[in-house]
């Protein structure tokens, strides 16, 4: 191991332990008790893990299980079960729970997505599908930038957005040469990729990471169904997509009069072809539907991976690709938040500060901001996975932001910001992507990207308020 | 961990040096080792493999004294030994059944007759470096700008 991530994984562990071993009285949150102090060194531990990467980020999720399951679980270590003062301890939880948090419904929803977008990927669904979107926006490069940035979106919506931007790139980088070497508008073509990927992501519940994380905190009175995200989610997407179209035309115009895509292939029509076909678009309605036929959107996710499973569309093979360390992510992710949530310390550590002092409007301001300069330099999942479970706590305890639309209306919020970040490089895979295409230079990122940040944060206040008007929270 | 390794075998000193002069740029992020036999080859991959060092790929001269390259490749073949690793076969005066070995025994991933064109050889290396690094396991974020674009993005669109 490099000697920097060596000492940063040194100083993050340093301070796990120096907040293991404080005094209880020491620790400035009321009525904090043992278990509250273990959880608080874990998420101590996770953010300097978070936040500097000296070890990969799913590993940061399995650390944060097993400590819980060692420290605060009621089959952990002994050691860490026994106590005098049950007043002062607290109640241990459930191991069960949080090992289930490998296989949370969250999760399940996110494995329908993966399963969809890989039999899509391996019967050439989305390279058809791209070729047949792409036809109408003819070859005025202007209008094909918007159409690429139109289909990036909608896979996005449904892949992963590194994917997306990946197949995209491929499809962009052999016809970005036509153009000439000294025309603008070729940083647009390689910025508007990534872009879309980013914004489209929050079409869906699955687009990207932190919806899912998001959505755990959505349950029981202020559920929200597949549908009744897209709802918001289509709508802001859209007009965010044509916003950062005009904007990258503005910033890098392109001057080149023509440009011709060909993207080849056919679709194909075996059996296993249709089937994908089918069952993507009844996986899809199904989850539009969820009312109608009683089944909610994590049940529905089972039905394309039960599907291509048993028809071997999906075999071990490609079973060993799917991106376990995304799921793991999350998982570390809802873990974190149970711990907090179970052993009362997030509501403790709300209450310890003055909050209610403060204009509902300057708090949602600070979250959606901390969220999306968070997410400019760390993973987008892993700001949500921390932020998340602080916001839930805030939203209930915090009365003030209830005519606002509350706890629901804090962590929608919270979480497309955690998607607008996108001025560096490291914002996100398809920021990093893009700029490996040697193409552009970081700067020629943060200028766009800064304003997208901008303008998209005052659009999700925006949303948040025409939500709340249609009395959706 | 240290830097992932790009191995070079050549038995002619001045061939050696021009093939580590076109590899200069990769130096920033891979160890690039150079050796003038198979035997010190092997000796070399002994230490790494002590150290848990990884070889993404080898770059190899195939008419050696003592020990071909393909003789050395296939060596390594069969002993399951740096299996992720890419191998390109560099040579000039290979016999028609020395290249039916090299495909068959050898296993290479990569021919490359000499003379080479630098441009060519740096592209084949990125593809393959490309290649090898991901099925390595290894975060392929930090050596975006030594790897071939488009190998990526193949391999990328398919993760989902």
């Known amino acids: ?473 | 961990m240290s830097k992932p390794i790009i191995m070079c075998l050549d038995d002619q000193r001045e061939v050696l040096s021009a093939l580590m002069k076109d590899l200069e740029e990769f130096v920033d992020a891979f160890e690039v080792i150079d050796c003038e036999s198979a035997q010190e080859a092997l000796e070399e991959l002994e230490t790494i493999e002590d150290e848990d060092g990884n070889v993404l790929l080898f770059v190899c001269d195939h008419i050696m004294p003592e020990k071909t390259g393909v003789e050395f490749l296939s060596e390594l073949r069969e002993e399951s030994r740096f299996e992720t690793a890419r191998k390109i076969l560099l040579t000039g005066l290979a016999t028609h059944e020395d290249t039916i070995d090299a495909i068959n025994r050898g296993d290479i991933n990569f021919y490359i007759s000499k003379p080479w064109k630098q441009d060519n050889l740096l592209k084949v290396i990125r593809q393959q470096l490309t290649h090898a690094l991901i099925d390595s396991g290894q975060d392929h974020t930090p050596y975006m700008q030594w790897l071939d674009q488009e190998t990526l993005y193949k391999i990328l669109s398919k993760r989902v």
């Open chain 1, 1 to 473: 191991m490099e000697r920097s991530k060596l000492i940063k994984l040194f100083f993050a562990l340093t301070a796990f332990f120096v907040v293991l071993f404080l005094p209880l009285e020491s620790i400035p949150i009321n009525s904090i008790t043992l278990l509250q102090q273990r959880v608080l060194a874990i998420f101590v531990l996770a953010v300097l893990l978070w936040v500097w990467e000296p070890i990969p980020i799913f590993s940061t999720s399995v650390l944060i299980i097993f400590l819980e399951l060692l420290m605060i679980s009621d089959k952990g270590l002994f050691l860490f079960r026994t106590h005098s003062d049950a007043e002062t301890f607290g109640q241990l939880i459930n191991y069960k729970s949080i090992m289930g948090t490998f296989a949370s419904p969250i999760i399940l929803l996110f494995l329908g997505g993966y399963f969809l977008a890989m039999s899509a990927t391996k019967y050439k669904l989305d390279q058809n599908l791209a070729r047949v979107l792409l036809r109408p926006f003819g070859n005025n490069p202007k209008n094909v930038m918007f159409g690429l940035m139109v289909i990036t979106a909608i896979f996005s919506m449904f892949m992963s957005n590194t994917a997306t931007t990946a197949m995209m790139l491929a499809i962009l980088t052999p016809v970005l040469a036509k153009l000439d070497a000294t025309d603008l508008g070729r940083k647009a073509f390689v910025l508007a990729i990534p872009f879309a990927a980013n914004v489209g992501g929050l079409g869906t519940p699955i687009g990207t990471p932190p919806n899912a994380v998001a959505l755990k905190y959505l349950t029981g009175d202020i559920a929200v169904s597949f549908g009744g995200w897209m709802l918001f989610g289509v709508p802001y997407m859209i007009i965010m997509l044509i916003f950062v179209w005009f904007l990258l035309l503005k910033i890098y115009p392109v001057a080149s009069k023509q440009l011709d895509i060909q993207i080849k292939g056919k679709f194909l029509k075996h059996w296993k072809a249709l089937t994908v076909y089918v069952t993507f678009a009844l996986t899809v309605v199904l989850w539009l539907t969820g009312k109608l036929h009683g089944m909610n959107s994590y049940v529905v996710a089972m039905l394309p991976v039960t599907v291509f499973s048993v028809t071997g569309i999906i075999t071990v093979a490609d079973l060993k690709t799917l991106s376990w360390d995304v799921l793991w992510l999350v998982s570390g992710g809802i873990a974190l938040g149970l711990a907090m949530e179970k052993t009362g310390l997030s509501v403790n550590l709300i209450e310890s500060i003055p909050f209610s002092n403060f204009s509902p409007y300057i708090i949602i301001a600070s979250a959606t901001v901390l969220a999306v300069l968070m997410a400019t330099f760390m993973s987008n999942t892993a700001t949500a996975n921390l932020l998340m479970p602080i916001m839930a706590a805030l939203g209930v305890s915090l009365s003030s932001l209830e005519p606002l639309g509350g706890v629901k209306m804090l962590i929608i919020g919270v979480a497309f910001s955690s998607s607008l970040a996108m001025c560096l490089p490291v914002s996100t895979p398809p920021n990093a992507m893009a700029h490996a295409t040697g193409a552009i230079e970081s700067r020629d990122m943060v200028k766009p990207g800064m304003i997208i940040g901008g303008v998209g944060l005052t659009l999700v206040y925006g949303l948040l308020f025409i939500l709340k008007k249609v009395q959706f929270f």
